[in-house]
C-alpha cells in the first residue's frame, strides 16, 4: 500500500498517473463504494456514482492542493456526487426526492447485493426519511466510523453542528423504528 503523500505526488505526475491511479482505486474504492450505496441504496446506481467519482478524481487530481488528506478529498467528492445522482434522478423521472428514496428502498428488498433481514430494511427504511445532509452525516458515522473532526474536514462543517445533526438524525431513526409503518 503506497503511502498517501507519496501517491498524490505519482498522481500529479504524468509518467507516474496511471499506475498511481490504479492504486488509488485498488485502496479506495471498496470504502469509497459503501459510502456512495448508503446514500444511493442502490448496488448499480452506487457503481455508476462511483466510476463518476474516480473520473472527477482523476480529471482533478492536480487541483488538489494538500490542504486536506486525499481521503478526505475523495470523500466529499463521493458525497457531492451521490447527492447530484439523487437530484438528477429525481428531475430526469420527474418525481420528487421522496419517490426516489422510495423506488430504491423497494427495490432494495429484491436486490441480490441486499443481505439484510426485515429489521435491517427497516433501518434503511428509517435511514432514507432524512434530509440528504443528515442521512450523508448520519452514514458516514454510523456505517463508516469517520470521527467528527473528520466529517468536519470532508463536509467543510464545524463539529458542533456536525454532532448535533447526527444526534437529531438518530432520534428520527428511533422514532421511525418505534412506529409501525406500512411496508412500502
Known amino acids: 500500500m503506497v503511502e498517501e503523500k507519496e501517491l498524490v505526488t505519482a498522481l500529479q505526475t504524468e509518467a507516474d ?3 498511481a491511479f490504479r492504486e488509488l482505486v485498488s ?5 469509497l463504494y459503501w459510502q456512495i450505496r448508503n446514500m444511493v441504496l442502490d448496488h448499480d446506481d452506487a457503481d455508476d ?5 474516480f473520473i472527477k478524481i482523476f480529471r482533478n487530481i492536480n487541483s488538489f492542493k494538500g490542504d486536506s488528506k486525499l481521503h478526505t478529498w475523495m470523500y466529499r467528492i463521493a458525497a457531492n456526487e451521490s447527492i447530484t445522482f439523487l437530484n438528477k434522478k429525481a428531475k430526469r423521472n420527474n418525481i420528487s426526492m421522496e419517490k426516489v428514496k422510495n423506488n430504491a ?8 447485493y441486499f443481505e439484510g433481514d426485515q429489521l435491517q430494511l427497516q433501518f434503511q427504511r428509517a435511514i432514507a426519511t432524512l434530509p440528504d445532509r443528515q442521512r450523508l452525516i448520519f452514514t458516514m458515522k454510523y456505517f463508516e466510523d469517520h470521527t467528527f473532526e473528520e466529517l468536519s474536514e470532508i463536509l467543510k462543517t464545524s463539529v458542533g453542528g456536525l454532532k448535533s445533526s447526527y444526534h437529531i438524525a438518530v432520534k428520527k431513526i428511533t422514532e421511525f423504528i418505534k412506529t409501525p409503518h406500512e411496508t412500502l
Open 105 to 112: 428502498l423497494r427495490n432494495l428488498e429484491s436486490d441480490v
Open 17 to 19: 498517473k496511471e499506475f
Open 49 to 53: 456514482v462511483l466510476q463518476n467519482t
Open 27 to 31: 485502496q479506495y474504492k471498496e470504502r
